[in-house]
């Protein structure tokens, strides 16, 4: 079972960056598609980017253009690079990973997520 620890949150200004990165552990990132995830307070959790094994990636038509997800399989690492934030991209920001990208695509269902980590715009 892969092991999953998100870093990289923080406050930040509006049109400022921040670059996530998602640890695992316990298998390699080469076996699966990955997706970075976020949830609103007092709203659903959302797709936000996901890249499959083969490298095909999809976004979240509200971060199009402002956010790249990116892996470096030898770390076993995924990263997401988050440019021109707005307050809207507030959220407690998650990674899962799954054999399928059709799951990762759909958000789930996954067995467990980590705890996430938490991005604030704000003046």
């Known amino acids: 079972q892969v092991q999953l620890v998100e870093s990289g949150g923080g406050l930040v200004q509006p049109g400022g960056s921040l670059r996530l990165s998602c640890a695992a552990s316990?298998?390699?990132?080469?076996?699966?598609?990955m997706g970075w995830y976020r949830q609103a307070p007092g709203k659903q959790r959302e797709l936000v980017a996901a890249i499959s094994k083969g490298g095909s990636i999809n976004y979240a038509d509200s971060v199009k253009g402002r956010f790249t997800i990116s892996r470096d399989i030898a770390k076993n690492t995924v990263y997401l690079q988050m440019n021109n934030l707005k307050p809207e991209d507030t959220a407690v920001y998650y990674c899962?990973?799954?054999?399928?990208?059709?799951?990762?695509?759909?958000?789930?269902?996954?067995?467990?997520w980590g705890q996430g980590t938490q991005v604030t715009v704000s003046s």
């Open positions: 899962n990973v799954d054999s399928s990208s059709r799951t990762v695509r759909a958000g789930g269902p996954f067995g467990s």
């Open positions: 316990g298998s390699s990132f080469s076996n699966y598609a």
